[in-house]
Structure formats: structure tokens, C-alpha cells
């Protein structure tokens, strides 16, 4: 029943910035983590950022880190990926998922997973 759907993917020139969203329906986002991956066409997904359901900290992969940041608004059961200073190693197809905790390493659980909204970084 519940699903997490991600907005906000396009085309962005290097140096520019995006805003990502995660919605949910069916359930109360509020009390889940919400991971954000990627995948680059022909590489491995990985993990980009994590924001915890109980005191909202948020966590980032070295390669976003001081340029992506993560944050939520529960009534709206919405997480949000703000991207700045992208560049072409940015573009990804972009999920959120959800979960019981941020993983240290991006490989525990996920309970729900979005389809994914694709990010162009080019000139």
C-alpha cells in the first residue's frame, strides 16, 4: 500500500543546483529514515545521504558531502535532496528509500523504495 515517489530530476549545468523531493502515501513518513541513492548509468547504486526519523540528523557520503543536504517536513510526509554546486559525476538516477535506520554503510533494509528521477548534469 504505501509508496515513495521522487520529484524534481532534470537538466542542471555543472555549478548549478536541484532540489529532489520524496513523497509518501500510505504511510506515515515521519517515522522512517529516508536514504537517498543513486546510480550513474553502467555503475553500482550507492548511497548519498540519510536522514534519521527520531532526532532528523543527517548523514553524506564523502563525494556530496558540503554541497547536498537533506531535510524533511513531516506534515507533508515529504524529504527533500537539495543539490548545489553539481557537476557531471553528479548525474544519476536519483531514489529514496525507506527504513528503519540510517546504515552506516547504505546496506541495511529498506521497506519502501521509489522509482527513481533521473539528474543530468551537462553543459
Known amino acids: 500500500q504505501g509508496q515513495l515517489v521522487e520529484s524534481g530530476g532534470g537538466l542542471v549545468q555543472p555549478g548549478g543546483s536541484l532540489t529532489l523531493s520524496c513523497t509518501a502515501s500510505?504511510?506515515?513518513?515521519?517515522?522512517?529514515?529516508v536514504t537517498w541513492f543513486r546510480q550513474a548509468p553502467g555503475k553500482e547504486r550507492e548511497g548519498v545521504s540519510c536522514?534519521?526519523?527520531?532526532?532528523?540528523?543527517?548523514h553524506y557520503a564523502d563525494s556530496v558531502k558540503g554541497r547536498f543536504t537533506t531535510s524533511r517536513d513531516n506534515a507533508k510526509d515529504t524529504v527533500f535532496l537539495q543539490m548545489n554546486n553539481l557537476n557531471v559525476d553528479d548525474t544519476a538516477v536519483y531514489y529514496c528509500?525507506?527504513?528503519?535506520?540510517?546504515?552506516?554503510?547504505?546496506?541495511?533494509?529498506?521497506?519502501?523504495w521509489g522509482k527513481g528521477t533521473l539528474v543530468t548534469v551537462s553543459s
Open positions: 528509500a525507506a527504513g528503519f535506520l540510517c546504515y552506516r554503510g547504505y546496506d541495511g533494509r529498506q521497506d519502501y
Open positions: 500510505g504511510f506515515s513518513l515521519e517515522y522512517y529514515a
Open positions: 536522514i534519521s526519523s527520531s532526532d532528523g540528523s543527517t
